[in-house]
DNA sequence: TTGAAAGCGCTAACAG
DNA sequence: CTGTTAGCGCTTTCAA
């Protein structure tokens, strides 16, 4: 007949044979005790029917062990890789990780100012999502460490991507490859809640184009929806035109798999008829052989752990700003 | 300035220049504290912002539900998929995610141990990862609602996906189509941590030929590693053989892509002179025209979250074992 | 891999 | 009324 009051490590360890050390670590760490050892402490709980308390841990430890994500809901694949990123990095330094969703510029809104609050983190990182200067200077008083993604602000650090630059270096490299009827396509999805790296693009392929002195009509900047089978019918329309484009940059790789698709089906060449660039270099990018500007997705998510973390343990450390370098892939279809 | 480090009773104390016993009286019974004294600890509690920790963290667990995700480190695009599906379904009803990767087998047996006792959850996920009864019975034993995902338990609920049937699919279609040298294309990565529905799919494949008295040679068995590049080596090997298969049944999209490669490199035209069926029905199936089984990835996690859901309101609730549907997605490989 | 011992933030005696 | 001090159950160095 087991006592009265609930059981603490105490008794599990004394019933275990073991220190409350031992107990605890594996409680935390499983993995960094015996197997032995670990059954019988295992064994010892479940006999005990021992639950550890959570305020007593609440007490004894540093911080929570959680790092929150804000992330747009993830239906681009963009977001999904750096995600992967951040869950490589922070499984292996012990950390749990939470992740919120934004599907709307209020739930934005809402969890910018009560995570911080009642999130109970240790540190958040936010994936492509505008924070204005007063989001950040609540965050910044909170004291919450917080590092941006995509989106850079002076207050908090971030690691961004030199949109504007990718742009100019598909311009250029379709230039240098003889190409002069040049067109773009990128999307429409432009919620009030997100950013749109897809007009940084932009302007920086325009600013390649017209270094060189090539024009870039408006016919030949298009837009489709997020979608594969969109991106095919405005890019079947541009492939239509009397004098077609003999390239196209496409702002996403993934909409650049439907440009590829109104090729074959209008059984046009690529690259001998049309070259085609696409942006991201996601895994699927090689498949398709696809000729993309490559960022470093998963990269860029593990070295916003890495900055968040080193902010967690030194909060005094000025905030840093780091630009991922981009790299033109070349493949196939351009 | 705001402090970094969330304030305790101490700074409270120094603060308003009382020791910690009064601002701790202060908290639990203000009445038996001099009313000059409680203005000043309580001028001091606001000054500071302070929030007695363990109930900070009582405060963050309770009032939004918390539901943990266990998968296997998500380098597999159908992982993704179905926790798109967990996180859209739990974001609709406000609950948190936490996030859990798992990268070997130690892993998942220390989380599968650690995290019912201070994961601090309202319920469990686990995708794709091998449960035994040990691990069963702690989770059940600890009142930790619980759903599997594609690995059954028969103490646990779960969304199972029937492997064996799709396998039987693909054989009874492609015979329908004609083809009678058929080959089966699957992957080799065989983590003990993870499961390994590909040899499943194999199985009722297998099934589905003999059925119709169809052999299937063992030259006709292929594995690759889970990547495009080796898999369309391994498919190139196949289709130069002598008597090369007319069809072959990839067991995952993803590879079923490193196959197509291989025709269009060899010039084989698919699906004329060879059809192509694959497995999962990822989002990049559709630009690929690819004939696939279609499982219902997003619906998957939002299914196993309406069944975790409907767990936690009603605990007394018998365990339910959902099957999802599989179809054949007919499109222009096969 | 393990244990001793020093905290963690807080409460509860016990004097004053 | 207030401060000192000894725990509470648990985590985390640091040696062994």
Excluded: C, W
Aim: aromatic share 6%.
């Amino acid at each position: 007949m087991p006592p009265n009051k609930p059981p603490t490590i105490y008794d599990v360890a004394r019933h275990a044979g073991v220190s409350i050390t031992t107990v605890s670590r594996m409680i935390n760490t499983p993995d960094k005790v015996n197997g032995d050892t670990r059954v019988r402490i295992l064994a010892a709980i479940d006999a005990l029917g021992f639950v550890p308390k959570a305020e007593a841990r609440a007490r004894a430890m540093r911080g929570t062990g959680r790092i929150g994500v804000i992330s747009p809901f993830f239906t681009a694949p963009s977001f999904v890789q750096r995600l992967r990123g951040i869950a490589e990095a922070l499984s292996a330094k012990k950390f749990e990780l939470v992740i919120y969703t934004v599907d709307s510029a209020e739930r934005l809104k809402s969890l910018l100012s009560s995570v911080p609050l009642t999130g109970n983190l240790d540190g958040l990182i936010i994936l492509s999502l505008p924070v204005d200067d007063a989001d950040a200077r609540r965050l910044v008083d909170h004291g919450l460490p917080t590092v941006l993604v995509e989106f850079p602000h002076p207050n908090l650090s971030s690691v961004e991507i030199d949109d504007v630059m990718g742009g100019r270096m598909a311009a250029q490299y379709l230039l240098k490859k003889g190409h002069r009827r040049i067109a773009f396509l990128g999307d429409t999805d432009l919620p009030e809640y997100s950013l749109h790296p897809v007009s940084q693009r932009l302007v920086g392929f325009r600013q390649g184009l017209q270094e060189a002195g090539i024009e870039l009509p408006d016919a030949f900047v298009r837009l489709a929806p997020y979608s594969q089978e969109q991106t095919r019918k405005v890019a079947a329309e541009l492939l239509s035109m009397p004098q077609p484009p003999t390239a196209i940059f496409v702002a996403t790789d993934f909409q650049a798999l439907g440009v590829l698709k109104a090729a074959r089906q209008l059984k046009i060449q690529v690259p001998e008829q049309l070259a085609v660039v696409g942006f991201d270099d996601l895994d699927l990018a090689e498949y398709a052989d696809l000729t993309t500007i490559h960022q470093h997705l998963d990269e860029s998510g593990r070295l916003a752990v890495e900055i968040l973390l080193s902010q967690i343990e030194s909060p005094s450390r000025p905030t840093r700003h780091v630009k991922l370098p981009l790299t033109l892939i070349e493949r196939q279809t351009a």
